[in-house]
């Protein structure tokens, strides 16, 4: 149909509401909903393949185990924060849960001798008291929560480093009483980060790679098709109208900072079974990963808002473009410069495109 | 004195679809004060941010001592002479700097201001400004530390040491005890003395007695009276700006059912009288009165977020003191809140999310939600309340403001409840989802009992079985839906009733 700008004065008068759309504007709109959806997809997908046929050796089920278990870590902690963002929250300290947990894993062990599951259940109850008091913080005390979680990240930071004197943990390091640590990482717990499970081919794929995928697929299930989940949106998008809807806003605050720190914690236990020592000096990129990971998730199908399953494959976005750099011989200082450039991009697929869906917003 | 510091002729105002202003004629006259009356969005804030700079205007003329004025900015209509004192006191004050410098905040953008700040110097200004505000203050107090009055009379000051020479106050002493109130009073009689033009903007009868030269009414964007003779009519005033145009509605009214809500003796403030009163199934009450006559507290109060100063109350014979919206909820009282865009909308929502939000129990078996399950409720209220839109999928933010606030109510007449309270559920509602939702509520009324909260007079006259008027916290009148005598209804509202104390106040 053409457009007629004649008849659009009369034709107001007419009960027929729908104003006549020219055709042109129409399909530029459809199209700009699909980049919108699909681009991100799309962008991955291209990636995928340029990276295939550009280098040797990218496509391969052991290239896709490295790019999953490079990511696993960074991914499970960025579901961790997707939940405080999705109710209007955010998770500074997630990066030094992970630390702390790595620490208090070895320590259990090597220095306090422990089983394999103590250390595992000290950690995640950890995370799940720091949560609770960034929670606590944020709900009772009415510390934004930029500034609170900031503050847990300073102490947990310095507390991690107190009972070793700041030094590493490894088996035969003196302690700071001047005996001999005797306790080993016991096999159980290492196997949690170096075991391989058969998959087309023998010792594929690694535990943490399932974790992540396991991981993934519960917060997607409790945001998404939980009434629980469904709550938190709410919270995030209008917190004082889900109030009034009779929702009891500040357990659901806590409780996404409990399972942030839950999070946080597996990562830190898994990085710690990789790893086989308590590294002090590990796991320093993994705040900034994380986050950037749970906001590139925002430009995922064009949802302009955290979920679980874009933050998957803003995490494995992240770690096919590295993958693929590093095959192609880019040098490792370049590897922020990345992700930075993926971020940004990412986040203009968010805000620019899908506020002009809104019609300009509001 | 009769001359006219600003003119303003046919402003139109609208944001997006919403006219908020048509056509506005309007003078204020130097050296007298000229109060602004209207209901919540009649178009008030916006006529006084157009004069000040915040808005442009779409159409029409403002004149300035006969010179053309059309400020771009805050501070262009501050040089021009029009000083604003906003509504939101902490848009007037900043609160992490002292009060000098609060008070000499706006000499330090004039052109120059110099570099560095000469303290001294600045407090001494300061306190001059002070003094003659009869502010005792020490000017070195944060702002921060001082109380709502103190900082109210503040950013009163900061507008004065701007010489205006038209003074917009918008209302000014929503936050002033008595005394304070006239500390501000005897101000604005010198400043009208010296010639200033005052635009004053409040709903309290006794600020608009004490101080109106003269009184301009608006109402749903138009001038709806203008009123300068002595003595002032102030029912009039009132008349005007609520409406009370019978309306095509009739309502019969309903045999009431067993009580269901029982007040006995809650007080909302010291000032005010203990209510008590009884609501029955199958009744539809409406409670009336001004702004801050106490109608959002008595529904803060039922729906569990504040606790009455004093006084009792019983739900189906049983006492009832809900600790949290939560607890209300769990007793069967369900409360729409008005204002529904920062209270009741979730913008990210679609239809159906939106309406089943408090009810998400109903449709999730172990938690799990069904979509199915959702989408048969939201089709059923959809067809209820005839809302507007292509599915229950749609975003709520493609309905029109009508639709939006049907899907609000529907909410919560979604499932069945004791108590429904409405506050204000026909708030930039257009007249045709006004009638729908209104019938929608009166249809289903055996079911419950129901409370309305309305300023608008016709708004209350279209749903209710009984009217119960609230002036200043306290219960001033009540009739019953039929041949309603809207003098003496008007008369309660705007608290003339208590000078004729033989007005039948109780009739019902």
């Known amino acids: 149909m053409t457009t007629d700008t004649q008849t659009s004065q009369p034709q107001a008068s007419k009960p027929v509401p729908p104003r006549p759309v020219p055709a042109s504007v129409d399909r530029s709109q459809t199209l700009v909903n699909l980049a919108i959806r699909y681009g991100f997809l799309c962008l991955l997908l291209g990636l995928i393949v340029f990276f295939s046929l550009a280098t040797n050796g990218f496509a391969g089920p052991r290239s896709a185990a490295f790019i999953f278990q490079s990511v696993a870590i960074t991914g499970i902690l960025a579901l961790g924060v997707t939940c405080t963002l999705v109710v209007g929250g955010f998770d500074l300290s997630i990066g030094s849960v992970a630390t702390s947990a790595l620490m208090l894993s070895a320590y259990m062990m090597v220095v306090l001798e422990q089983s394999a599951f103590v250390a595992v259940l000290a950690c995640l109850v950890m995370g799940a008291f720091v949560g609770l008091i960034n929670g606590l913080l944020i709900v009772k005390m009415r510390v934004p929560d930029l500034l609170a979680t900031l503050g847990m990240m300073f102490l947990l930071i310095g507390l991690q480093r107190i009972p070793t004197e700041g030094r590493s943990i490894s088996t035969g390091m003196t302690l700071p009483g001047g005996e001999v640590a005797e306790g080993v990482f016991s096999p159980a717990f290492l196997w949690l980060g170096r075991h391989r499970f058969d998959f087309v081919l023998e010792d594929l794929i690694p535990v943490p790679v399932i974790i992540f995928l396991i991981v993934g697929l519960f917060v997607w299930v409790f945001l998404e098709l939980t009434r629980h989940g469904r709550l938190m949106y709410a919270i995030g998008s209008n917190e004082r109208a889900t109030a009034l809807a009779g929702t009891n806003v500040n357990r659901y605050k806590i409780t996404a900072y409990m399972i942030s720190g839950v999070m946080a914690s597996i990562g830190g236990i898994l990085l710690a079974a990789r790893l086989g020592r308590g590294d002090i000096a590990s796991g320093n990129n993994l705040l900034l990963d994380s986050v950037a990971a749970a906001l590139i998730g925002f430009a995922v199908l064009g949802a302009a808002k955290p979920n679980a399953f874009g933050t998957a494959i803003g995490a494995l976005f992240v770690g096919v473009l590295l993958q693929g750099l590093t095959m192609m011989n880019a040098p490792y200082y370049t590897q922020d410069f990345v992700k930075g450039g993926v971020l940004v991009v990412a986040l203009m697929f968010t805000f620019a495109l899908s506020t002009r869906k809104r019609g300009g917003g509001h | ?508």
């Open chain 2, 1 to 508: 004195m009769q001359h006219a510091a600003c003119r303003v002729v046919g402003i139109e105002k609208a944001f997006g679809p919403n006219r908020v202003l048509r056509g506005i004629d309007l003078t204020i006259p130097a050296g007298q004060i000229t109060v602004l009356m209207g209901a919540n969005g009649a178009g008030k804030s916006t006529l006084v941010k157009i004069l000040c700079g915040v808005h442009a205007r779409d159409g029409g003329n403002i004149e300035l001592f006969g010179e053309p004025f059309s400020p771009a900015s805050p501070s262009q209509a501050i040089e021009a002479g029009v000083v604003t004192v906003h509504q939101s006191i902490n848009d007037g004050v900043i609160p992490d700097l002292d009060v000098a410098s609060n008070l000499m905040l706006d000499r330090l953008n004039e052109p120059g201001a110099g570099f560095f700040i000469n303290r001294g110097k600045l407090r001494g200004e300061a306190r001059k400004i002070a003094s003659a505000m009869g502010l005792d203050i020490d000017v070195r107090t944060q702002v921060s530390d001082l109380g709502v009055a103190e900082r109210q009379l503040i950013a009163i000051a900061r507008a004065m040491a701007k010489d205006p020479k038209v003074l917009i106050l918008d209302e000014p002493t929503s936050s002033l005890s008595a005394t304070e109130a006239e500390r501000l009073f005897k101000l604005l009689d010198h400043l009208r003395e010296t010639g200033v033009a005052i635009l004053y903007i409040s709903h309290r009868m006794s600020d608009i007695r004490r101080i109106a030269d003269r009184i301009i009414s608006m109402r749903d964007g138009q001038i709806s009276g203008t009123f300068e003779t002595e003595p002032l009519d102030y029912e009039g005033a009132v008349t005007a700006m609520l409406g009370h145009a019978m309306t095509a509605v009739d309502i019969n009214v309903a045999a009431k059912g067993e009580p269901v809500i029982e007040l006995d003796g809650i007080k909302l403030s010291e000032g005010g009288a203990p209510i008590t009163l009884t609501i029955h199934r199958n009744e539809v009450v409406a409670i009336t009165g001004l702004l801050g006559s106490g109608k959002t507290k008595i529904a803060s109060i039922l729906f569990g977020m504040e606790k009455p100063l004093a006084g009792q109350m019983r739900l189906a014979g049983k006492p009832y003191t809900p600790a949290s919206p939560e607890a209300a909820i769990a007793a069967g009282v369900f409360m729409s809140p008005k204002d529904r865009a920062s209270n009741g909308v979730i913008p990210t929502f679609d239809i159906t999310q939106n309406l089943t939000l408090p009810f998400t129990a109903r449709h999730a078996p172990f938690s799990f939600l069904s979509r199915a399950s959702e989408k048969r409720t939201t089709q059923s209220m959809i067809e209820q309340l005839g809302v507007v839109c292509q599915s229950p999928a749609d975003d709520i933010g493609t309905l029109s403001g009508g639709n939006q606030q049907k899907v609000m109510v529907g909410r919560w007449m979604a499932e069945a409840s004791q108590l429904l309270v409405l506050d204000e559920p026909f708030q930039g509602v257009d007249i045709r989802a006004r009638r729908d939702i209104g019938r929608s509520i009166r249809n289903t009324a055996s079911e419950r009992a129901t409370i309305v909260f309305a300023a608008e007079l016709d708004e209350a006259l279209e749903i209710a079985d009984r009217i119960l008027v609230l002036y200043e916290h306290s219960l001033v009148g009540e009739h019953r839906n039929e041949n309603v005598d809207l003098g003496a209804m008007l008369a309660q509202v705007s608290g003339q009733a208590a000078q004729y104390p033989n007005t039948e106040t109780h009739a019902s």
